[in-house]
T-cell receptor, first 111, second 112 residues
Framework: DQQVKQNSPSLSVQEGRISILNCDYTNSMFDYFLWYKKYPAEGPTFLISISSIKDKNEDGRFTVFLNKSAKHLSLHIVPSQPGDSAVYFCAARKYGNQFYFGTGTSLTVIP | DTAVSQTPKYLVTQMGNDKSIKCEQNLGHDTMYWYKQDSKKFLKIMFSYNNKELIINETVPNRFSPKSPDKAHLNLHINSLELGDSAVYFC???????????FGSGTRLTVV
């Protein structure tokens, strides 16, 4: 039973344009959300987070939006750069430190 | 000065063998985890250890056993390896109150 879903396995975007990665979840008890970035042959690295009491969090070129009523999370990257090409995982926490991960979206930024 | 390091990076072994994957963190974190990423790229938690206590034990086969000699280490032992165990295994750590994990670079296990 997959509680966190990333329905787009891949996304291609031109350099300089906006990248929008989406994530849906099913459990309304999730209270904290993360985005991780993963390069090949490396472990995921933390990118940005958002608490369920907020609907937006921004860090430089990265902004995460949370729509609790829709149980939907999105990551915006503006402007996209070739170095952003990676797999992006969203993750959600229900209680304690246990996070549930989506299956990832592979982003390719075309120079 | 790697924060979370796991060895080996690649492991190829035959069915029925017993193998171990080691994990060490130098961040002073109090909780360590093992995640499995299967062929569908799904990252699923297997175990976590907090102060030498197993606090999460998902429904994994008992052929898998975590061993934590101290707070900085969480090793994964796998007995009687099966083809379906082939996956990438990630070690991670976190600190209470810290809302995220630091991951190791993964161990790609291939059972032939």
């Amino acid at each position: 039973d997959q509680q966190v879903k990333q329905n787009s396995p891949s996304l291609s975007v031109q350099e300089g344009r906006i990248s929008i990665l989406n994530c849906d979840y099913t459990n309304s008890m999730f209270d904290y959300f993360l985005w991780y970035k993963k390069y090949p042959a490396e472990g995921p690295t933390f990118l940005i987070s958002i608490s369920s009491i907020k609907d937006k969090n921004e860090d430089g070129r990265f902004t995460v939006f949370l729509n609790k009523s829709a149980k939907h999370l999105s990551l915006h990257i503006v402007p996209s750069q070739p170095g952003d090409s990676a797999v992006y995982f969203c993750a959600a926490r229900k209680y304690g430190n246990q996070f549930y991960f989506g299956t990832g979206t592979s982003l390719t930024v075309i120079p | 000065d790697t924060a979370v390091s796991q060895t080996p990076k690649y492991l190829v072994t035959q069915m029925g063998n017993d193998k171990s994957i080691k994990c060490e963190q130098n961040l002073g974190h109090d909780t360590m985890y093992w995640y499995k990423q299967d062929s569908k790229k799904f990252l699923k938690i297997m175990f976590s250890y907090n102060n030498k206590e197993l606090i999460i034990n998902e429904t994994v086969p008992n052929r898998f056993s975590p061993k934590s000699p101290d707070k900085a280490h969480l090793n994964l032992h796998i007995n009687s390896l099966e083809l379906g165990d082939s996956a990438v295994y990630f070690c991670a750590s976190s600190q209470e109150g810290f809302r995220g994990y630091t991951f190791g670079s993964g161990t790609r296990l291939t059972v032939v």
